[in-house]
């Protein structure tokens, strides 16, 4: 069964959830001229959580064509405050409902861990997110609703990175969390790869946990190379020598990528994350999708 594609307007990112020039329904009407089955979405996109207004967003989503997938959340769980805390696992608890509302059952809501804050305490901070995590996985399995933790980097809005975004750190917090059914990983390699880590070495620690996958790309500017682009603390950040492309022309390796999913019965979606250089480069990307992921999730 090939697998189903989504899209994600990264390049649009600011424009709807920060200035609001525009509308997610613009964004909606923007996406009928591309090739793909569903459109995930942010929950900054939304101006309103009132049951009309969501129920508007879903009925354009569907009028359009499409599926929602899945719901991009960036709780903040790291917050030295507990009632700060309880603060984000209320508003991730409404991003579930919000979720089941527009995708139905089996919607992936991604969950993050927190901001990396200056002199965190790793054993106390991961213990903070696997609590938070789940606190909101008793009301995931209530109405079916998937959590997906993401190898993530930094939410746009954050001040800080992600604390677990190293491999480690990631590995220790999915591992700490037992639950197959309503929890597992939101696989990004490109975010492995700002990580400073390899996004093989990753997916083969959690293939068998991967509930859905963001597909982008990066590449290096000519005359750069990763050692060049590494941090003190080994993550290369979103420097300028790295650059979003077209996806399957840069660092990842999607056919590894492929066959490993493919090798473990993965049967999520895959969402594009990409046209930072426009439009047409973003169609370019999901018809690589298309074509690889044929290769290796061929008709039944």
């Known amino acids: 069964m090939p697998l189903r594609i989504s899209a994600f307007p990264k390049c649009y990112l ?3 959830a920060g200035e609001r020039s ?3 329904f613009e964004w909606i009407e923007m996406a009928k ?3 793909a089955d569903g459109l995930e979405m942010y929950e900054g996109f939304f101006t309103s959580l009132d049951p009309g207004y969501l129920n508007s967003v879903g009925d354009a989503i569907h009028s359009a064509g499409f599926a929602m997938p899945m719901l991009c959340c960036s709780p903040d769980f790291t917050q030295p405050s507990s009632d700060d805390r309880k603060r984000a696992v209320e508003r991730e608890i409404q991003m579930v409902h919000v979720a089941r509302r527009l995708g139905g059952p089996g919607t992936v809501c991604r969950v993050l861990s927190g901001q990396r804050r200056p002199n965190i305490d790793r054993e106390q901070a991961m213990s903070w997110v696997a609590t938070c ?3 909101v996985l008793v009301v995931a399995r209530e109405i079916d609703v998937i959590l997906g933790i993401e190898n993530h980097y930094k939410d746009g809005f954050w001040q800080y990175p992600e604390f677990a975004q190293k491999k480690d750190v990631f590995l220790d917090l999915v591992n700490s969390i037992s639950d197959r059914t309503h929890f597992g990983v939101q696989f990004d ?3 492995a790869l700002v990580a400073g880590d ?3 070495d990753l997916l083969k620690c959690v293939a068998d946990r991967v509930v859905s996958m963001h597909a982008s790309d990066r590449y290096l500017v000519e005359g750069a190379s990763l050692d060049e682009l590494r941090q003190s603390d080994g993550t290369l950040g979103y420097s300028p020598n790295l650059k979003h492309g077209v996806t399957g022309k840069g660092l990842n390796d999607y056919d590894t990528i492929f066959r490993i999913l493919a090798e473990n019965n993965y049967r999520g979606w895959v969402s594009i994350e990409d046209g ?3 439009m047409e480069e973003m169609a370019e990307s999901l018809a690589f999708l298309r074509r690889i992921t044929a290769k290796y999730f ?3």
């Open 198 to 200: 390899d996004p093989i």
């Open 14 to 16: 600011d424009k709807i």
């Open 22 to 24: 525009m509308s997610v």
């Open 276 to 278: 930072m250089n426009g």
């Open 33 to 35: 001229s591309l090739d």
């Open 189 to 191: 390699p490109s975010n």
């Open 133 to 135: 995590i789940q606190e």
């Open 298 to 300: 061929p008709e039944a």
